[in-house]
């Protein structure tokens, strides 16, 4: 027979460094989990990715037992790393702060796919650039749909 879940926890946490500090610590502790058995677990799942914020969803079931499920790393945070920007523009409209190329875009894109609500490449393209855009970050070159 399967669990009942009870409710999920969403957190974005550096891969390789969960530690029961804030923010991790009160929102595990407000649902009854371990909090050190998830940070170990977390961290040895995400050994390869040290230090890239990753978002995580954790479903929490009634018998205070978890799983989780780690996601790739946020569309701005891969637009900042490709840029080596610490931050976005503080103007997106007025002041441009950077320009990536669609090829870029495109890696993105794929790399993102999975977490995407986009059935096509294309699709999830748009979107990267759109948040690209927001950032101050501006995509050169011909779109290449």
């Known amino acids: 027979m399967a ?18 500090a804030p923010p991790i610590g009160p929102a595990l502790g407000s649902k009854g989990l371990n909090i050190m058995d998830f940070c170990k677990q977390f961290n040895a799942r995400t050994q390869d ?13 009634s018998d205070k ?47 993102k796919m999975p977490d995407l609500n986009c059935f096509t490449v294309e699709s999830a393209m748009k979107l990267v650039a759109g948040t690209a855009r927001s950032m101050g970050i501006t995509v050169t070159g011909d779109a290449p749909f």
């Open 65 to 111: 037992s978890f799983d989780f499920i780690i996601k790739t790393p946020p569309v701005a945070t891969q637009l900042l790393e490709a840029t080596k920007l610490q931050k976005g523009s503080a103007e997106p409209n007025r002041r441009k702060v950077s320009s990536v190329s669609w090829d870029v875009v495109k890696t993105i894109a794929q790399d």
């Open 49 to 61: 990715r040290m230090g890239k914020v990753l978002p995580v969803v954790i479903s929490v079931y």
């Open 3 to 20: 669990k009942e879940i009870t409710g999920f926890v969403k957190l974005q946490v550096k891969g390789g460094q969960a530690n029961p």
